[in-house]
């Protein structure tokens, strides 16, 4: 057996190697956050001050805090105040560290990891417990609850948790996984408590109860959640008396909103915005390249797109280069080729090339051969943040394809469900999680994974599945991986699942009082760990 204590490294070698990235921006050393302004208030502010509610604008609706339920960021932003995980990655995402849990250990055969917990970690206090200690028996509750239950599948292969004592489980797994680690740092993983999910049934997500820094004060649907600190949580304590993240679906209402005070952080900064918030004294605006990409996704089952001549059209008739340029002319993104972000240590720069070119005469080819020499009608399905690139997209297929695309846009939580269930036609969202491949790949093209946001389109290649499952099933390579899924890659492109568009920044814009935020790659939000306490200087 590896043993790896929070004593010595957080990790053997090969578990280094195996489940983390070596960067969150190219793979080869983590890169600092860019603030365009004021950087130099947050060494300058002095003694860190307890106090106050800070206000963060999300650009969509929470459906649902329910760790297995939820299939958004914006969920798993609030989750994360709420909850915590056996292991976390640190903020530069370079290596998995102790939260829960304090030590582990892995099996020679990767089947098997050990945790030893924390003894001195309770729960908030709900209607159906007052705040009891956590046990091993609750690890094994809500680990085996998500890798039944989870929505988007984020536990998948756990064949059981085996309660060692009360203070030590063991996840078994089904085939070796060298991703796991990597996968119990996800939200949809933090641990509750048995009783409250019993208790509250299907209201559970309206009514999370974890063990993080911040508990549940008020749910008002559709329009924000309210957290106060929590005094029993295990870590340091947090300088802010709570947190309150309200839903503004319009980017340019949230902007507004940050200037005049109303909200003190909003995320998902884009367009026009980015340079409204650089050029306010009052505010900074922070920017990483993320692990972020954007894309449509085409049907592969039903409709005109269940051709491939068809969805190769359509790939040849969207001009991302332009498309790109005019959705983010004020900067915060570029052409994406790949279904991964070059943030990732398993992106390779040598597939681009095989990338189909904007072709619109060719497009207009295939889509005549597919017998469609007149176009069609089709739906394309978007939450509002997108807007501007469907409408862009919708042209684009107009002019060079006579495809009529009817934009639709949804909330998160209808545009997931419709997505989910593989209704709709052509849709365009986002994807980000963590640098290990499997988090993009496995997710968005594994045929198990078709009925999941992730594999919307119900792709299914026995070729690619089987390279995704041996990626992290034979080695704990990271050359050998990667090579692995450049397999997949090749396949995938080759089948037109995709219409890759845009590479993101996380960028996050906030009033100069708002100290100690650390913006990730990964679009996280953090609020108190053993690295950040955010506290507010005014």
Known sequence: MRKISKAKALFSSVMVVSMLA???????????AQESKGGEQ???AGQPKDGGVLKIGLSSTAKTLDPIAYTGAYESNIIRSIGDTLVRYTSDLSKIEPSLATEWKVSDDMKVYTFKLRDNVYFQPGKYQDGRK?????VKYSLERSAKQSALKRLRGVEKVEVISENEVAIHLDAPNAALLAMLTDGGNIIVPREEVEGWKDQFGTHLVGTGPFMIDKFNQDDSVNLKRSDKYWGPKPHLDGVEFKFITDANMMTNALRSGD?????DVKGQNRAIIEKDPNLNLQTKPGLSIEYM???QIEGPTKDKKVREAIRMAVDVEGLVKGVFKWGGAEKSFLPLPKASWGYDASLEAAVPAFNPQKAKQLLAEAGYPDGFKTELYVIASRVPQATIAAQQLKDNLNIDAEIKTVEWGTFSDIVAKGKAPLYIMGWSWYTDPDFFLYQMFHSKQIGSL???YAYSNP????????ATAETTDEAKRKELYSQAMKLINDDSVHVELGLLDVATGMKKYVQDYQVRADGSIFLVNDETNVWLNK
Not at 134 to 138: G, K, L, R, V
């Open 454 to 456: 992730g594999n919307s």
């Open 22 to 32: 070596l960067a969150a921006c190219g793979g080869q050393g983590s890169a600092p």
């Open 463 to 470: 070729e690619v599945d089987k390279l995704l499952e041996r």
């Open 42 to 44: 947050q060494a300058a």
């Open 134 to 138: 956590m046990t091993a028996e609750d």
């Open 297 to 299: 996704g085409l049907n």
């Open 263 to 267: 909200i003190d952080m909003v995320t």
